[in-house]
């Protein structure tokens, strides 16, 4: 390979490098510049994938996503794992916003379950207002003779666009 063509293609790496470096920082600076607070601080709480108590008979795991889903709505996904077939099994969720200081419940709670199967999973949507952060408390649960177990999921946060 000839000088140049080895000259072009260092050029062009490194100018594909500034390009992939490069949007992350404008994102950043993007979601700033749309939020409405300062965003939230980093949680030791957050944890979308819970494994819960090892003692438990039944309950086994859980997990909660939320999606910005661009038109001023979220989509809260949550699924609940059972290690066997129980009466009811499902999860209750709270979406919080921050206020800039605080976690603040908005609106109600939303339970959805099945009934005698020992997986569980269903999404539901929330109206949100630009600009502010958003996550959502989880609370996954079973039901069964007179077992009942649950626990608790924080999500991760989204700033909603």
């Known amino acids: ?28 600076y993007a979601d700033r510049m749309m939020s409405l607070t300062p965003p939230p601080p980093p949680s030791p709480l957050i944890m979308p994938l819970g494994f819960f108590d090892p003692s438990n008979q039944y309950l086994e795991q859980g997990e909660t996503k939320i999606y910005d889903n ?32 605080t976690w603040a419940n908005i609106g109600t709670s939303t339970t959805k379950s099945k009934s005698n199967d020992w997986y569980f999973k ?8 630009r600009g502010y952060y958003f ?11 007179n077992v009942y177990e649950q626990g608790e999921i924080i999500s991760n946060s989204i700033l909603v666009k």
């Open 122 to 129: 269903d999404q539901v949507t929330k109206v949100v207002a």
């Open 70 to 101: 661009g038109d001023q709505t979220v989509t809260i996904e949550m699924s609940t794992t059972s290690y066997s077939q129980v009466s009811s099994i499902g999860a209750t969720v709270t979406l919080q916003m921050w206020t800039g200081g």
């Open 1 to 28: 390979m000839n000088r140049w063509k080895r000259a072009n293609l260092v050029l062009l790496a490194a100018l594909l490098l500034v390009v992939m470096i490069q949007p992350g920082k404008s994102y950043a």
């Open 135 to 145: 996550r959502v408390k989880s609370t996954h649960w079973i039901s069964t003779g």
